[in-house]
């Protein structure tokens, strides 16, 4: 059984930064494609950016290009999400699974930016 802990997440004036950690732990983790999705209050959840095994990243949404970036490292199951420039409308929960979200989800971790 897979299991997902986020973390990293708080509040965080505009234009601060984060940077997410998820640790996964129950799976064959360095073959899998990883992502960070978030979910903004009374909104479903939309993936943010995503890894593969082998490091190839893409990015789901055009407003955090240049501004998150996903990384991993596959000997600590963990997976990253440095997030720099944050803006208001970043805040959100915001969950790591595979790309395509198929395992169970995580409690996610809370981001707030504002001022």
């Known amino acids: 059984q897979v299991r997902l802990v986020e973390s990293g997440g708080g509040l965080v004036q505009p234009g601060g930064s984060l940077r997410l950690s998820c640790v996964v732990s129950g799976s064959a983790f360095s073959i899998t494609t990883m992502g960070w999705h978030r979910q903004f209050p009374e909104k479903r959840r939309e993936l943010v950016a995503g890894i593969t095994g082998s490091g190839t990243t893409n990015y789901a949404e055009d407003s955090v290009k240049g501004r998150f970036t996903i990384s991993r490292d596959n000997a600590k199951k963990t997976v990253y999400l440095q997030m720099n420039n944050l803006k208001p409308e970043d805040t959100a929960v915001y969950y790591c699974?595979?790309?395509?979200?198929?395992?169970?989800w995580g409690q996610g971790t809370q981001v707030t930016v504002s001022s």
């Open positions: 699974n595979t790309q395509s979200g198929r395992w169970s």
